[in-house]
Nanobody, 122 residues
């Protein structure tokens, strides 16, 4: 079963930065949009960002716009979420997943793996 693997777990101070890679072996990576979804402990999942299959289009939730940057390297079958200006409310498990086309909600994103923990705290 194909699963996308998010990594880059970390504890950072407010205002800090972190980059999360998403490895996606085992399928035609360049045929799919890649999205990031996060889930704080005890709270609902939140769609964060998405990059189109070609990488030409990117989308962000209002809560992260201007602070996070999504990108991908189709030659390496890897996507990235670069996070800066981190806030305590960004603390969550972050998952990456694939979808045929980007959508600004956590609907239809499949093959997410175990996720990676991001903690923002002083």
């Amino acid at each position: 079963d194909v699963q996308l693997q998010a990594s880059g777990e970390g504890l950072v101070q407010p205002g800090g930065f972190l980059r999360l890679p998403c490895a996606a072996p085992g399928f035609n990576f360049g045929d799919y949009a890649i999205g990031w979804i996060r889930q704080p402990t005890g709270k609902e999942r939140e769609w964060v960002s998405c990059v189109s299959a070609t990488g030409d289009s990117t989308y962000y939730a209002d809560s992260v716009k201007g602070r996070f940057t999504i990108s991908r390297d189709n030659a390496e079958n890897t996507a990235y979420l670069q996070m800066s200006g981190l806030k305590p409310e960004d603390t969550a498990i972050y998952y990456c997943a694939r979808r045929a086309l980007c959508m600004r909600r956590d609907i239809g994103y499949f093959h997410r793996g175990q996720g990676t923990q991001v903690t923002v705290s002083s």
